[in-house]
């Protein structure tokens, strides 16, 4: 892998969004904590508006991709 992070969407249509918390560490597992800015990207984590991203060199702009979903 070459980068991971979250995203948030704000294209509703192409469901993508840009890069709003990198990942630290690409070693498996990959774990974390971040806090949120504000309660509206709080709001978008809880209503599903975050996803995984893990970029490689064969697929730069992401190999494996990850929606947040609350359950």
């Not at 597992?29 to 893990?54: E, H, W």
Request: aromatic share 8%; charged share 15%; glycine share 12%.
């Amino acid at each position: 892998m070459t980068a991971g992070h979250l995203h948030r969407i704000t294209n509703t249509t192409a469901l993508t969004g840009g890069v709003e918390i990198p990942f630290t560490s690409l070693t498996s597992p990959i774990i974390g904590t971040f806090q949120l800015a504000n309660q509206n990207r709080v709001d978008s984590l809880k209503n599903g508006f975050y996803y995984a991203n893990l970029h490689t060199t064969t697929y730069p702009g992401g190999e494996i991709r990850g929606d947040i979903k609350k359950q």
